[in-house]
Protein backbone atom coordinates (compact mmCIF):
# COMPACT_ATOMS: atom_id res chain seq x y z
CA UNK A 1 0.00 0.00 0.00
CA UNK A 2 1.27 3.24 -1.29
CA UNK A 3 1.38 6.27 1.36
CA UNK A 4 -1.02 7.95 -0.79
CA UNK A 5 -3.07 4.90 0.05
CA UNK A 6 -2.50 5.20 3.47
CA UNK A 7 -2.89 8.71 4.35
CA UNK A 8 -6.70 9.20 3.02
CA UNK A 9 -9.84 7.40 3.03
CA UNK A 10 -13.14 7.94 0.97
CA UNK A 11 -15.02 10.57 1.68
CA UNK A 12 -12.57 12.51 3.60
CA UNK A 13 -13.13 16.20 2.97
CA UNK A 14 -9.90 18.22 2.37
CA UNK A 15 -9.26 22.20 1.21
CA UNK A 16 -6.97 22.67 -1.38
CA UNK A 17 -3.88 24.54 0.11
CA UNK A 18 -3.07 26.05 -3.45
CA UNK A 19 -4.35 26.28 -6.81
CA UNK A 20 -3.53 23.01 -8.67
CA UNK A 21 -3.75 21.53 -11.90
CA UNK A 22 -6.24 18.70 -12.18
CA UNK A 23 -6.95 16.20 -15.17
CA UNK A 24 -11.11 16.32 -15.24
CA UNK A 25 -12.33 12.93 -15.24
CA UNK A 26 -14.03 11.64 -17.84
CA UNK A 27 -13.11 14.35 -20.45
CA UNK A 28 -9.11 14.14 -19.95
CA UNK A 29 -8.81 17.93 -20.06
CA UNK A 30 -6.41 19.70 -17.33
CA UNK A 31 -8.01 22.41 -15.79
CA UNK A 32 -7.44 24.61 -12.26
CA UNK A 33 -9.11 24.38 -9.08
CA UNK A 34 -8.69 27.20 -7.27
CA UNK A 35 -6.73 27.37 -3.14
CA UNK A 36 -9.00 26.92 -0.66
CA UNK A 37 -11.49 24.74 -2.72
CA UNK A 38 -12.80 21.50 -0.73
CA UNK A 39 -12.52 18.85 -1.99
CA UNK A 40 -13.57 15.27 -1.56
CA UNK A 41 -10.89 11.91 -2.28
CA UNK A 42 -12.63 9.60 -4.09
CA UNK A 43 -10.09 6.94 -4.59
CA UNK A 44 -6.35 7.33 -3.50
CA UNK A 45 -4.20 4.37 -5.47
CA UNK A 46 -0.78 4.69 -7.26
CA UNK A 47 0.50 8.41 -6.73
CA UNK A 48 -2.79 9.54 -7.97
CA UNK A 49 -5.58 10.97 -5.99
CA UNK A 50 -9.25 11.00 -7.47
CA UNK A 51 -11.21 13.84 -5.87
CA UNK A 52 -14.88 14.93 -6.01
CA UNK A 53 -15.18 19.19 -6.28
CA UNK A 54 -18.63 20.71 -7.37
CA UNK A 55 -20.35 17.58 -8.51
CA UNK A 56 -17.37 16.96 -10.75
CA UNK A 57 -15.10 14.56 -10.44
CA UNK A 58 -10.89 15.39 -11.12
CA UNK A 59 -7.36 13.67 -10.68
CA UNK A 60 -4.44 15.05 -9.18
CA UNK A 61 -1.06 13.99 -10.30
CA UNK A 62 1.14 12.64 -7.69
CA UNK A 63 3.74 15.42 -8.79
CA UNK A 64 0.57 18.08 -7.51
CA UNK A 65 -0.35 16.16 -3.89
CA UNK A 66 1.35 19.15 -2.45
CA UNK A 67 -1.81 20.99 -2.72
CA UNK A 68 -4.33 18.28 -0.75
CA UNK A 69 -0.96 18.58 2.06
CA UNK A 70 0.74 15.55 1.03
CA UNK A 71 4.79 14.72 0.08
CA UNK A 72 4.67 15.24 -3.89
CA UNK A 73 5.73 12.46 -5.62
CA UNK A 74 8.30 13.37 -8.13
CA UNK A 75 7.22 11.82 -11.72
CA UNK A 76 9.54 8.79 -12.39
CA UNK A 77 12.61 9.10 -14.53
CA UNK A 78 15.24 7.20 -16.63
CA UNK A 79 18.98 8.15 -17.05
CA UNK A 80 20.33 9.05 -19.77
CA UNK A 81 21.90 6.46 -22.60
CA UNK A 82 18.82 4.28 -21.79
CA UNK A 83 18.08 1.50 -23.93
CA UNK A 84 14.99 0.71 -25.83
CA UNK A 85 14.13 -2.07 -23.78
CA UNK A 86 15.06 0.17 -20.47
CA UNK A 87 12.51 2.77 -21.96
CA UNK A 88 9.58 -0.10 -22.82
CA UNK A 89 10.31 -0.89 -19.43
CA UNK A 90 9.79 2.58 -17.73
CA UNK A 91 6.88 3.28 -19.92
CA UNK A 92 5.44 -0.65 -18.20
CA UNK A 93 5.81 0.68 -15.14
CA UNK A 94 4.17 4.06 -15.37
CA UNK A 95 1.39 2.42 -16.69
CA UNK A 96 0.91 0.14 -13.59
CA UNK A 97 0.67 3.45 -11.77
CA UNK A 98 -2.30 4.66 -14.23
CA UNK A 99 -6.16 3.65 -12.72
CA UNK A 100 -9.65 4.51 -14.27
CA UNK A 101 -11.17 6.58 -11.66
CA UNK A 102 -13.19 4.55 -10.10
CA UNK A 103 -11.62 1.11 -10.41
CA UNK A 104 -8.60 0.25 -7.72
CA UNK A 105 -7.04 -1.73 -9.93
CA UNK A 106 -4.11 -0.48 -12.60
CA UNK A 107 -4.83 -0.34 -16.26
CA UNK A 108 -2.33 -3.07 -16.60
CA UNK A 109 -3.52 -5.26 -14.23
CA UNK A 110 -7.11 -4.82 -15.61
CA UNK A 111 -5.37 -6.43 -19.12
CA UNK A 112 -6.48 -2.92 -20.96
CA UNK A 113 -3.07 -2.28 -22.03
CA UNK A 114 -2.64 -4.52 -25.13
CA UNK A 115 1.16 -3.54 -26.38
CA UNK A 116 3.73 -1.04 -25.40
CA UNK A 117 6.38 0.09 -28.36
CA UNK A 118 9.06 2.40 -28.55
CA UNK A 119 9.48 3.80 -31.92
CA UNK A 120 12.79 6.21 -32.96
CA UNK A 121 11.41 8.95 -35.04
CA UNK A 122 13.79 10.33 -38.33
CA UNK A 123 15.03 13.08 -35.76
CA UNK A 124 16.25 10.43 -33.30
CA UNK A 125 13.06 11.45 -30.82
CA UNK A 126 12.26 8.12 -29.26
CA UNK A 127 8.00 7.90 -29.48
CA UNK A 128 6.22 5.32 -27.36
CA UNK A 129 3.03 3.81 -28.56
CA UNK A 130 0.57 2.14 -26.34
CA UNK A 131 -2.01 0.58 -27.66
CA UNK A 132 -4.52 -0.24 -25.23
CA UNK A 133 -7.92 -0.70 -24.72
CA UNK A 134 -11.28 0.31 -22.31
CA UNK A 135 -13.52 -2.28 -20.04
CA UNK A 136 -16.65 -1.59 -22.81
CA UNK A 137 -17.00 0.66 -26.31
CA UNK A 138 -19.16 2.98 -23.97
CA UNK A 139 -16.45 3.91 -21.52
CA UNK A 140 -15.96 7.78 -20.51
CA UNK A 141 -12.51 7.13 -18.92
CA UNK A 142 -10.40 6.70 -22.13
CA UNK A 143 -9.54 10.69 -22.35
CA UNK A 144 -8.32 10.61 -18.82
CA UNK A 145 -6.31 7.19 -18.73
CA UNK A 146 -4.80 8.68 -21.99
CA UNK A 147 -3.76 12.10 -20.16
CA UNK A 148 -2.79 10.08 -17.35
CA UNK A 149 -0.73 7.37 -19.19
CA UNK A 150 0.93 10.38 -21.64
CA UNK A 151 2.20 12.26 -18.51
CA UNK A 152 3.61 9.79 -16.64
CA UNK A 153 5.02 8.28 -19.23
CA UNK A 154 6.77 11.78 -20.48
CA UNK A 155 8.70 11.88 -16.97
CA UNK A 156 11.63 10.08 -19.38
CA UNK A 157 13.72 12.57 -20.93
CA UNK A 158 14.52 10.37 -23.76
CA UNK A 159 10.57 10.26 -24.94
CA UNK A 160 9.72 13.02 -27.07
CA UNK A 161 6.25 11.64 -28.08
CA UNK A 162 3.91 9.39 -26.13
CA UNK A 163 0.98 8.16 -28.28
CA UNK A 164 -2.30 6.35 -26.84
CA UNK A 165 -4.16 4.18 -29.28
CA UNK A 166 -7.40 3.10 -27.71
CA UNK A 167 -8.58 -0.27 -29.76
CA UNK A 168 -11.52 -2.48 -29.14
CA UNK A 169 -10.37 -5.36 -31.17
CA UNK A 170 -9.71 -7.70 -29.60
CA UNK A 171 -12.64 -6.57 -27.18
CA UNK A 172 -11.77 -6.95 -22.88
CA UNK A 173 -12.94 -9.61 -21.47
CA UNK A 174 -12.89 -10.13 -17.56
CA UNK A 175 -10.29 -13.41 -18.78
CA UNK A 176 -7.76 -10.64 -19.14
CA UNK A 177 -7.47 -9.26 -16.01
CA UNK A 178 -4.90 -10.69 -13.29
CA UNK A 179 -5.44 -12.89 -10.56
CA UNK A 180 -4.52 -9.58 -8.64
CA UNK A 181 -7.02 -8.11 -10.05
CA UNK A 182 -9.97 -10.58 -9.88
CA UNK A 183 -8.76 -10.98 -6.28
CA UNK A 184 -8.91 -7.18 -5.82
CA UNK A 185 -12.32 -6.85 -7.70
CA UNK A 186 -13.55 -10.29 -5.54
CA UNK A 187 -13.77 -11.84 -8.78
CA UNK A 188 -12.81 -15.02 -8.22
Request: glycine letters at 8%.
Amino acid sequence: MSSVEERLYKGQNLPLQRAVNVISVPFGKVVELPEDAEVQVMQARGNSVSVGYEGRLYLIEGDQLDAIGLEPVAAATLPEGASDAELEQFAWDCLRTCFDPEIPVNIVELGLVYSVRVESLISGEKMITVRMTLTAPGCGMGDVIAADAKHKIMGASQVSKVHVEIVFNPPWSREMMSDEAKLELGMF
